[in-house]
């Protein structure tokens, strides 16, 4: 508030300028907004299985991202609560789905949608979540609903291309893999969704073309960074500190970014140590696999990896011409994605 | 075009009228339509399976009923064959689900989806069709656009909802179901899409709210009473005109629309004869449940319940204050679907 006592006037020529509110305080915010959607009661089993999916406890981090692409430009219109309710609400779809697809037993420490009411009704519960997520952008302002319906539907189809990506890798040989393969399968993914949800935000705020694509990509390099550190997380991080039991990835032979680049980078003999650790049974596979990609300093490369990430999403804020106190709430929250403690 | 010239100027002064085209003309001029309908080529198993599924051979009954909706009151504007392509693509969406949840084998003649391409590509390429009905409505008219997307979600939600209770019915038991439930479910999950696509496609002809509301009671009810045909000619039809082998559905007891009323309608004797028929193993259940409908009437029960919603639905058509040669072809259409010879 002193930067405005300060600048106030000249700001305010500038900028239609409000303050850029925290994470957690839009979040508090938008859970208000979030309570609001409302579904039926009839048939019971559809919509009690919605309500529990979309009660579990979130970080909504996709809508508030929405609100703050808002924000870093105008005071949040009401339209951005209906653009984040929408993105709230697809990003439910796809996990009710993916979880179908992928066989999970548990999302948010309970039980997944599937398990607990069965695959027909997830199934029904998914397209249920879709339907009512074009419900709320059908009530923006017309003006550039159709814009924003347009960037909406272009990630949707995207967000279903990345689940088919990852379907085909599980059932492809790892050695015909690349890591830009896979790279473009998590922007795919997660990642489109994450800057969308943003830029969206940013559109309604009133956002030229080239800061809504400058958005787009911190939001989208901020979510591949994220994933590299997940990934990450699995081989090198302290369950201490992250709270998850540590290899699982390896465990399942997953194909991790890790993985993937422990195939490209070594060499013939490594590479059949590699594959023979892969096969090792029980908890020792860890072990072995961890070994090779430290030989092969895995380790620092997803450590720089992250890092670029991470930079391109921070140099693509840096372009957007809103004072810096603006940004810093941008930081904040890729820094709290982004540091969690190995 | 003869009435054209006998009557021409007096019925353009009443509406701006152009020749209402039969079922048969309109799928032909839809079916060049429906070709632009372009899918991207990568990850080519999800697009591979969209298209194989979209091309394979179908009545077009829905994207015919909207542009047939549109002509019953001006000359088909462009933007119909937007709100076509969403319902087709629609209805191919719920096919997609519905055979995945139904454990369906066959559709239109050939292996269905989920059965060529996996369980896990349908679930994406049922989601993508719906996506992609959405990015088709995104297409039309701003004036309209919110409105035909409204009752178009409003559609979309039912569908869903009677697929729900459709599942539903199969873990209840039989006496636990009313014929009221079983109209409510079916009117869900088949009838709100034929009479939405006739609505949409009036309204973007300029029908008002009335003439709306008509012509979606006309789709809907031509639905309600399709289905109870359906059911009828399973125990009632004749093999060689139907196409269809008879007794299908009673060999499955599936929870027919006659097999609902038989039910409501028995005394404790005859009540406990029909459950006893359905534990019959092999063909000769088909004689024993069919002697049982036949005794409680309910093949002429049948007629007149077919009778009474195509009534209903005729009534809708007949209050639309249009030019009875305009709606002669919806009568056409109607006729064509109801009156598949017994």
Redesign the interface.
């Known amino acids: 508030m002193m930067y405005y006592i300060r600048y106030g006037f000249l700001v305010l020529l500038i900028h239609n300028v409000s303050d850029m509110r925290p994470f957690t305080e839009l979040y508090q915010n938008y859970q208000e907004q979030a309570s609001l959607i409302k579904f039926?009661s009839?048939?019971q089993?559809?919509y009690e299985s919605i309500t529990y999916f979309m009660d579990s406890p979130s970080k909504k981090i996709r809508p508030v991202l929405c609100l703050m692409g808002n924000e870093l430009f105008r005071e949040i219109h009401g339209d951005s609560y209906m653009a984040a309710n929408a993105v709230e609400l697809f990003h439910n779809?796809s996990l009710v789905?993916d979880d179908?697809?992928d066989h999970s037993t548990l999302r948010r420490g309970r039980p997944t949608l599937h398990v607990k009411y069965g695959?027909?009704?997830a199934?029904?519960a998914?397209?249920?979540l879709?339907?009512?997520s074009?419900?709320q952008l059908?009530k923006i302002a017309?003006d550039y609903?159709?814009q924003v319906?347009?960037l909406f539907?272009d990630m949707?189809?995207k967000v279903?291309?990345g689940?088919?990506?990852d379907?085909?890798f599980e059932e492809r040989e790892i050695e015909d893999l690349s890591y830009a393969e896979y790279i473009k399968m998590i922007t795919y993914k997660t990642s489109v969704l994450l800057g969308t949800s943003a830029r969206i935000g940013a559109l309604i705020g009133g956002a030229d073309s080239q800061q809504q694509i400058d958005i787009y990509e911190l939001g989208k390099n901020i979510g591949i960074a994220f994933q590299i550190q997940d990934d990450f997380l699995d081989a090198f991080g302290v369950a201490a500190k992250t709270g998850k039991q540590i290899g699982l990835d390896i465990l399942e032979n997953k194909k991790t970014a890790l993985l993937l680049k422990a195939f490209e980078l070594a060499d013939p003999v490594r590479k059949a140590h590699l594959k023979n650790a892969m096969t090792i049974t029980g908890e020792d596979r860890i072990e072995a696999v961890i070994s090779i990609y430290k030989a092969l300093s895995i380790d620092q490369w997803a450590g720089n990896a992250i890092r670029h990430h991470t930079a391109i999403a921070f140099e693509s804020l840096d372009k957007i011409a809103v004072p810096v106190y603006k940004r810093e709430k941008l930081y904040e929250l890729a820094n709290s994605l982004l540091v969690r403690e190995s």
């Open positions: 039926p009839h048939p089993k559809l779809f789905h179908i697809m695959g027909n009704t199934i029904l998914g397209d249920t879709l339907i009512h074009y419900m059908n017309i609903r159709g319906m347009s539907s949707a189809c279903c291309e689940q088919q990506m379907i085909d």
